[in-house]
């Protein structure tokens, strides 16, 4: 009778700490939950704040170490903000990186943040390499092959051909997301341009049977094999069709906050995670919260799988 006490004592603890982290993943604090206080500030805040201050771990787990939400599948990965490893970048000056998403994991491009700090350069990519530049946090002067400068702000991008000539210089510090891949299926007479732009800058595109909002960074031709989607959602709004396609994925989360389904597999996302997207994995987004979700996907485009 004492042994079976003693177990049923420790089932019920179990229970109520299981309750515990419902409620409080439900709406007290949790991965999908906003403290009053963020929410009440969250307008004074610079635009994706939370990419570079984000919410590391619950409250309610923070006193386990080694927590993490990331993992590695074989057709799917989510790498939270607390896995993060950043090195200097080969190359680069005064410039710390974080690869997300390599060939190492399936993937056929790279995603990376760099740290830039004052008076850091940019390396170039490699041979034959293509690479677009997106601005998370500060503003870098970026200057093409004719040395003409360009500053580039939060919101802000630059498409770079291959072996194009270019540099990335920072006077204070900077934080910027990087894609880049080799042109892996060249078409002839067609050859693309390098491209200066900002999101909100891009019109928005009709989305049939769907409720978000949806800008494309690069032209939608022929010459260019990938393309980068800004996507919108309000709180509530999901995706209608569950996809499964050919297409790779790389998805940075800029704001909000919501469920990821990859797989047969269901997770709590926010602002700073990155999510990679292996061919024909199932996959499908609702956005939870107050607050609407942006996330920044890559999507390999225009060219025949063959």
């Known amino acids: ?128 390499v293509e690479r677009l530049v997106f601005v998370v946090e500060g503003s870098v002067i970026f200057s093409n092959g004719s040395m003409t400068n360009h500053k580039l702000h939060v919101d802000s991008y630059v498409y770079l051909p291959p072996n194009d000539e270019h540099l990335l210089k920072c006077d204070m510090t900077a934080t910027i997301l990087i894609f880049e891949r080799r042109l892996y299926s060249s078409l002839e007479n067609h050859y693309p341009e390098q491209i200066l732009g900002s999101t909100e800058k891009q019109p928005l595109l009709e989305t049939p049977g769907e409720v978000f909002e949806l800008r494309k960074l690069l032209p939608t031709s022929s010459h260019y094999d990938f393309n980068i989607h800004i996507m919108d959602f309000q709180p509530g709004e999901y995706l209608n069709v569950k996809e499964v396609h050919y297409n790779q994925h790389g998805l940075l989360l800029l704001e909000g906050q919501g469920i990821y389904r990859l797989g047969d597999d269901w997770y709590p996302v926010q602002a700073g995670d990155v999510i990679w997207m292996a061919p024909f994995v199932p996959q499908w987004y609702a956005a939870l919260g107050k607050t609407r979700t942006r996330y920044l996907l890559y999507k390999d485009v225009n060219r025949n799988p063959l």
């Not at 604090?29 to 805040?45: H, I, L, M, Q």
């Not at 704040?49 to 074989?74: C, E, I, M």
Request: hydrophobic letters at 40%; charged letters at 15%.
């Open 1 to 128: 009778m004492g042994r079976f006490l003693s177990f049923a004592a420790a089932s019920a603890l179990h229970l109520l700490f299981l309750l515990r982290l419902v409620r409080s993943a439900a709406g007290e604090e949790g991965f999908c939950s906003v403290p009053p206080s963020v929410v009440a500030d969250s307008s004074t805040k610079p635009l994706y704040w939370k990419v570079t201050n984000p919410t590391l771990a619950p409250t309610h787990l923070q006193d386990l170490p080694g927590f993490t939400r990331s993992v590695y599948k074989r057709d799917h990965a989510l790498i939270t903000p607390e896995s993060h490893v950043f090195s200097p970048l080969p190359d680069w000056v005064d410039s710390l990186g974080a690869y997300l998403i390599t060939p190492a994991m399936g993937a056929h491009f790279t995603m990376y943040l760099a740290k830039m700090q004052k008076n850091s350069r940019s390396g170039l990519p490699p041979k034959d």
